[in-house]
């Protein structure tokens, strides 16, 4: 057939070609400033970010998952084509298109294999902060959001910690190793929060040369993702923030009070009920505990990496 007698391609197959996805993917880790990361990211114009902060896409194979699996994903994701929607506002403008799931490190074991075959080009950021800090952060955050049992730290190391989550999620070499090996490694970056507290805008400016769009740009950086706060009475926050038959009766009377204003009264109730994270005291024993428990992780990651994180190390014996 010549040029001139070619059919005219079809609107939607010109949409299916033009179709693009990820350059970039940050992997993790949770309580490592991503929330903020995420936000600096959208503000560069080069650069374009899923709407959706976690889609956790790659942390479960979908395609062969459950229909009852499916139906209990939160944001629906549950599909290639569904996936790559978050990407259709990309323009021409945009040099790197991407998405933030830190719990891709957690679940290593099926997310790597499943962003080689979909994503096989794209870049791969971890960022890493000393494990006893991050342990310490997200058991904070599990307080305030009322997660499960809020079981002291000190006794997660001691009963559970290799089923405790938010002890797992600190021990990056078995993870991190893992990408290296299924991944092509010169296309994994890591970088350390340490350096971003330490100076945000240097921190940023290697992110954005990772990633490939112009490193001069300057975000507004002053503004952090989350204030740490804990809650005063772990009862009454439970009671605000999770579902429970006081709530629920209450929820019922405040019917009759217009949603805005009841969502005002609760969210002020909660305020009350918070306070600075540094009321929250650690124990030297779950310091120790936490220092012992992830220092021989730290030292084969510090080997991996060919980093010195003897500053995470510090008073572990």
């Given at each position: 057939m010549t040029a001139n007698n070619a059919q005219p391609v079809p609107s939607i197959l010109k949409s299916a070609v033009a179709k693009r996805t990820p350059t970039f993917l940050i992997i993790g880790v949770q309580k490592a400033g991503t929330t903020?990361?995420?936000?600096?990211?959208?503000?560069?114009?080069?650069?374009?970010m899923s709407p959706v902060k976690e889609t956790d896409f790659f942390n479960k194979d979908w395609d062969n998952a459950s229909a009852e699996m499916k139906r209990r994903k939160k944001n629906g994701l549950v599909s290639w084509d569904l996936y790559t929607q978050l990407f259709d506002g990309a323009t021409d403008e945009h040099l790197a298109l991407g998405e933030v799931s830190p719990n891709y490190m957690l679940n290593y074991q099926t997310s790597a294999e499943?962003?080689?075959?979909?994503?096989?080009?794209?870049?791969?950021?971890?960022?890493?902060?000393?494990?006893?800090?991050?342990?310490c952060s997200d058991y904070l955050m599990n307080r305030r959001d009322a997660i499960g049992k809020q079981t002291p730290l000190a006794e997660q190391v001691r009963s559970r910690g290799d089923t405790s989550y938010v002890l797992l999620k600190g021990k990056y070499y078995e993870s991190l190793k893992h990408f290296f090996d299924v991944c092509d490694r010169n296309r994994i970056d890591v970088f350390l929060y340490d350096d971003l507290r330490k100076n945000s805008q240097?921190?940023?400016?290697?992110?954005?040369?990772?990633?490939?769009?112009?490193?001069?740009?300057?975000?507004?950086?002053?503004?952090?993702?989350?204030?740490?706060?804990?809650?005063?009475?772990?009862?009454?926050?439970?009671?605000?923030?999770?579902?429970?038959?006081?709530?629920?009766?209450?929820?019922?009377?405040?019917?009759?009070?217009?949603?805005?204003?009841?969502?005002?009264?609760?969210?002020?109730?909660?305020?009350i009920n918070s306070q600075d994270k540094d009321k929250a005291k650690f124990t030297e024993e779950d310091m120790l505990l936490l220092q012992q428990y992830y220092r021989e992780d730290i030292l084969k990651l510090q080997d991996l990496l060919q980093r010195d994180l003897s500053a995470w190390l510090k008073d572990a014996s």
């Open positions: 903020s990361i995420y936000n600096y990211l959208k503000q560069h114009p080069q650069v374009y499943l962003i080689q075959q979909r994503l096989p080009k794209a870049r791969l950021i971890a960022i890493l902060r000393n494990p006893v800090e991050r342990a240097t921190f940023m400016q290697g992110i954005y040369q990772s990633i490939g769009v112009n490193a001069d740009f300057v975000a507004n950086t002053a503004k952090k993702a989350q204030t740490a706060k804990v809650p005063k009475n772990q009862a009454l926050n439970r009671l605000l923030k999770t579902q429970n038959p006081i709530r629920t009766v209450a929820t019922g009377i405040m019917q009759l009070v217009p949603t805005d204003l009841r969502h005002q009264l609760r969210e002020k109730l909660i305020s």
